[in-house]
């Protein structure tokens, strides 16, 4: 049996997919113990009624919160630094240290990296400090912001150190904002996945325990701590991998109404479509999303294939969207879909490739590499499907340069999950 | 005329819906970059027609020149194109008294404001393609037989070049070089000339024209009112609203010493079962509908959001997004058989397997 656990400040909600194809919810409400006695009693309730858990997932989403309270730090590393003050992007009042380096988008120096200049300036960082490092060209070639990391080191006294290269992306805006929302993440990630683990572990020893993440699938939880961004947002993409199962979609657009209004999406073969950023507070965020937006009339007429139709019960309906099919629910859709997540991983980055034979190549190992963590994170490989992989074009950059992106899921298409039938394989050990 | 912040914020507007840029970011930062230092008290961007300029005044295109990391990847330390004029101006012997932006579209056309207040020039009303294409010899300035340098050049480390040349299709190979080299792009300063050849070859009203559009379109308008608005004053037409439902990264090879690689996107329009066909090449080259070519550059291919008629990018070509195709017309410069020759896709390559196969 997979348990899908939505864990909230209020109340933690679980869904329990059997075997059989059915699911049973429960949920428990947030007493003054705290999040982790509720979801312990949650668990508590499910082993004695279904004692052979194989995986649990959770959706954390509503319990991670930022947390700046430690001083932070941006360390930028280019070639020069503004010459203006006006030039210069603010985080709040974080202090920038800018130090000189870079590299170019084959990999190559385009300035020597600064390290007297940065030893310098990093004594003055206060001990405690959150640093984020980010260097131009990093997602090619990180040496200078793991050069800057090393320093760091040195200096002893207790820093959390974040290298923007762990975000794909090839703006420095993008990774540096992606950086320190991560970092301002992690305090909470890390208390919870330590819970999580502690709590579930306890119950059900044999149980793989993972997290949804904002593309809609599920990674393992012990992956928490060092990417909690990549999970931040998985709310509504896991709300919508939960309708789909409901009406058993695997490809096509469904309509989501719930409190939040109503939200559109695309499955394809049994996954949520997924973009490479989301934008939070006016800022890009270098992770992959769900894409959902806002369904309207005009983005839905003419469709050839009326949407199929999830509604929360008491979400409002507006009048063009009244009379057709709709299935109607009064369970929590976020804990049936992390119930329902594939386990889910990318390869993507940006490669030096001259010819069809090489970019070839590229793609095939980053599909390898795919296939190699999903098995890592427990799948079968004969279970792991590659849902996307592809060389992207490099709009007015260097032709000998291109994007891969390659998405591989681990489990069964999600529109099959509540047939009931009992012939599917299980994707996970 | 001094430009407002509103003027300016329009402007980026219009920018990015002639150019469906694929990094809008960086428009955004050099629109951030201007409203900063105007709320800091700078005096504000001067806009001028080219008949405010004496006849014999000195005048030159600003603009990036890309090949390598993009500029939000490798943000400019800010003083490259105060650089690269003054430079041209030392060479030359004489002041440029008006600059103007090297493309009427995307982050180019921000610019000339940006480097106009550093160096406290006006901006020249005109442009040298009246939209953007890839190549910088793609210019009304080519067609006229004006040279495009001498040229100054300045990279993201500091490094400056001053190139002799004269020919613009030898002008775009090295200055293209020189971008890779300078580590992703070249702030250039080039097509020096008085304001008499500008106004007799140059494309005309193209920033106003910006700020026009850009003023439509951040309305409050609904996005039917706005494709009227377009209609009527810029004669752009809505082609077809279609939803996207393929991307090829890679369509083709890439032409060798031209940047990026050529993609194409598959969109269908569904209450009639159209197939809609999109060939890209850094811009949007050429639109197909049922197979039948709709729009091929020079027109003006480009983006709006169907529900409030916000500028898409390429950015929003992922499979599932609703978008509306339009069309405007470019430059009639661009229509002559001269024209066409140097702004067809047969010169982008985008129809062709490699650049050995070009028909003769």
Do not use: K
């Given at each position: 049996m997979r348990v899908g656990v939505r864990v909230h400040e209020r109340r933690v909600t679980a869904a329990l997919l059997h075997p059989d194809g059915t699911y049973t919810a429960d949920e428990t409400p947030v007493r003054a113990d705290g999040v982790e006695a509720s979801i312990d009693r949650l668990l508590g309730r499910i082993a004695r009624s279904a004692?052979?858990?194989?995986s649990i997932a959770f959706d954390v989403s509503d319990a991670l919160h930022l947390s700046e309270v430690a001083p932070l730090t941006v360390v930028r590393i280019a070639p020069r630094p503004p010459v203006?003050?006006?030039?210069e992007p603010r985080v709040g009042d974080a202090p920038i240290i800018h130090v000189r380096g870079g590299h170019t988008?084959?990999?190559?120096?385009l300035a020597p990296f600064d390290t007297a200049g940065f030893r310098a300036s990093a004594a003055a960082i206060p001990p405690g400090s959150r640093v984020v490092i980010t260097s131009v060209g990093a997602l090619v070639n990180p040496a200078h912001e793991l050069a800057a990391g090393e320093i760091l080191l040195e200096l002893g006294g207790p820093l959390s150190v974040v290298f923007?290269?762990?975000?794909?992306?090839?703006?420095f805006a993008t990774r540096e904002h992606t950086a320190i929302l991560n970092d301002a993440l992690v305090p909470d990630a890390e208390a919870l996945a330590t819970a999580l683990a502690l709590v579930a572990g306890r119950r059900f020893p044999d149980a793989r325990l993972s997290v949804t993440r904002n593309d809609g699938g599920r990674v393992p939880l012990s992956r928490l701590p060092a990417e909690p961004i990549h999970s931040a947002f998985s709310g509504a993409p896991v709300d919508f991998l939960g309708a789909a199962a409901l009406c058993g979609l695997d490809d096509g657009d469904l309509v989501l109404a719930s409190d939040h209004g109503l939200a559109l999406g695309t499955l394809r073969a049994g996954a949520p479509a997924v973009i490479p950023r989301l934008h939070w507070k006016g800022a890009r965020l270098s992770t992959q999303a769900a894409h959902l937006v806002p369904a309207t009339e005009i983005l839905l007429h003419g469709r050839t294939t009326t949407p199929r139709l999830v509604r929360v019960a008491g979400a409002p309906l507006p009048g063009w969207l009244e009379g057709g099919e709709v299935v109607e629910t009064d369970h929590d859709l976020r804990a049936l879909g992390a119930a329902c997540a594939p386990l889910s991983d990318w390869a993507l980055g940006t490669v030096g490739a001259v010819n069809a034979a090489e970019m070839a190549h590229e793609l095939q190992a980053a599909e390898a590499r795919v296939r190699a963590r999903l098995a890592a994170f427990?799948?079968?490989?004969?279970?792991?499907?590659?849902?996307e992989s592809q060389l992207v074009a490099t709009t007015y950059?260097?032709?000998?340069v291109v994007s891969v992106r390659v998405r591989g899921v681990a489990g069964d298409p999600v529109g099959g999950l509540l047939t009931g039938r009992r012939a599917r394989h299980a994707a996970q050990r | 005329m001094r430009l407002s912040a509103e003027d300016v914020r329009h402007l980026r507007t219009g920018a990015l819906f002639l150019a469906?840029?694929?990094?809008p970011e960086w428009c955004d930062e050099q629109q951030d970059r201007i409203l900063a230092r105007m709320e800091g008290g700078d005096t504000a961007p001067e806009l001028l027609g080219?008949?405010?300029?004496?006849?014999d005044a000195l005048v030159a295109a600003v603009g990036f020149v890309n090949n390598g990391l993009p500029l939000s990847e490798?943000?400019?330390?800010?003083?490259e194109f105060v650089s690269s004029v003054e430079l041209l101006e030392r060479e030359l012997g004489r002041r440029i008294e008006g600059l103007f932006p090297?493309?009427?579209?995307?982050v180019n056309s921000m610019v000339p404001l940006l480097t106009g207040m550093q160096l406290d020039r006006p901006v020249v009303?005109?442009?040298?393609?009246?939209r953007v294409f890839p190549?910088?010899?793609?210019?009304v300035f080519t067609l006229a037989g004006l040279?495009?340098?001498?040229l100054a050049a300045t990279g993201p480390v500091g490094e400056s070049a001053f190139l002799r040349v004269r020919e613009p299709r030898r002008a775009e190979r090295l200055v293209r070089a020189l971008a890779e080299e300078f580590g992703g792009w070249s702030a250039t300063a080039l097509y020096p000339m008085t304001a008499r050849d500008l106004a007799r070859t140059g494309v005309l009203g193209s920033v106003s024209r910006m700020v026009r559009i850009g003023r439509i379109l951040d309305s409050d308008a609904s996005a039917s009112a706005k494709h009227e608005q377009l209609r009527r004053s810029?004669?752009?037409?809505?082609?077809i609203r279609a939803r996207v439902a393929?991307?090829?990264?890679?369509s083709r090879p890439a032409p060798a010493g031209e940047p990026d690689h050529p993609s194409s996107v598959v969109l269908i329009e569904e209450s009639q079962g159209r197939f809609v066909q999109l060939e890209i090449q850094n811009e949007l080259l050429l639109l197909m509908v049922d197979g039948t070519p709709e729009a091929v550059i020079p027109d003006i291919i480009t983006m709006l959001h169907?529900?409030?008629g916000r500028v898409a990018s390429?950015?929003?070509?992922?499979?599932g997004n609703t978008l509306d195709l339009v069309v405007l017309p470019a430059?009639?410069?661009?229509?002559?058989p001269e024209g066409r020759r140097l702004a067809a896709p047969e010169t982008l390559h985008s129809l062709l397997p490699d650049r050995g196969r070009a028909p003769r």
């Open positions: 004692p052979t858990v194989s203006a003050l006006a030039d988008t084959l990999g190559e120096e923007s290269h762990a975000f794909a992306s090839n703006s427990g799948a079968l490989p004969s279970s792991v499907r590659i849902l950059e260097h032709a000998r | 469906c840029a694929a990094d080219v008949e405010e300029f004496d006849e490798l943000r400019p330390a800010g003083d090297l493309a009427a579209a995307n009303d005109a442009d040298p393609m009246g190549l910088l010899f793609q210019s040279p495009a340098g001498p810029e004669g752009v037409r809505r082609i393929d991307v090829a990264g890679l169907p529900d409030d390429l950015d929003d070509l992922w499979v430059a009639g410069q661009w229509y002559t």
